[in-house]
């Protein structure tokens, strides 16, 4: 993940699709790379924990204030540009993914925030942790390492990430969070879990 000029410290997320509830169309499940797909990026801890493919929530590494940093500035500002990966298969190319400000009623931090944050903010209870920390994560982890990636049109994927909660050992639940991209403008558009069943 790569910040924007001028931002203190880790922050988070995307733009509006239509309802902002789960869509699919063409569906594309196999890996970009098998090689790093589901690779276990460091310890897991003992306790209750959210797991992304591989890598575990880190309260404290992954401790972000968005809101801060989008305070005063207009909704088509930079907060941050996460690295996106390729994704052959829908022939989408690697690139970044910018994330701004935006506003409630249609996309980018301010979007997710008056939308998502009881979403994510089921997950973040799980741990003890803020909405916006576990949000920023997810994001972070779809966009870099991807479950799955769908189109939902020609100018918009889906990039999907499983995000589990472990529990001594054993996945308790699990949700499937999605973060829609502009393929034309590297916006992110929105972000939101959804609980698999």
């Known amino acids: 993940m790569r910040r924007a000029r001028g931002l203190a410290a880790l922050l988070l997320l995307p733009l509006a699709l239509g309802g902002c509830t789960t869509f699919s169309s063409s569906l594309e499940t196999a890996p970009p790379a098998a090689s790093d797909h589901g690779a ?24 972000v204030d968005p809101e801060t940093d989008c ?3 207009g909704g088509r500002e930079t907060l941050t540009t996460f690295d996106r990966s390729a994704w ?20 980018g931090w301010r979007h997710i925030a008056d939308g998502h944050t009881d979403d994510f903010g089921e997950l973040a209870d799980l741990v003890d942790a803020d909405w916006e920390d576990v949000a920023w994560f997810a994001i972070d982890r779809a966009l870099e390492q991807p479950t ?15 995000v589990e909660y472990v529990d001594g050992g054993a996945v308790e639940r699990s949700w499937m969070v999605t973060v829609g991209v502009g393929l034309g403008s590297g916006q992110i558009i929105t972000s939101f879990p959804d609980e698999q069943h």
């Open 40 to 63: 276990d990026h460091g310890p897991h801890p003992d306790g209750p924990h959210l797991l992304a493919e591989g890598r575990a929530f880190d309260p404290a590494r992954d401790d």
């Open 71 to 73: 305070d005063g500035r």
């Open 88 to 107: 052959p298969g829908l022939d989408v190319t690697a690139g970044d993914a910018r994330l701004t400000c935006g506003n409630a009623s249609g996309a």
């Open 148 to 162: 799955r990636v769908e189109e939902y049109r020609d100018d918009i994927v889906n990039y999907d990430v499983l």
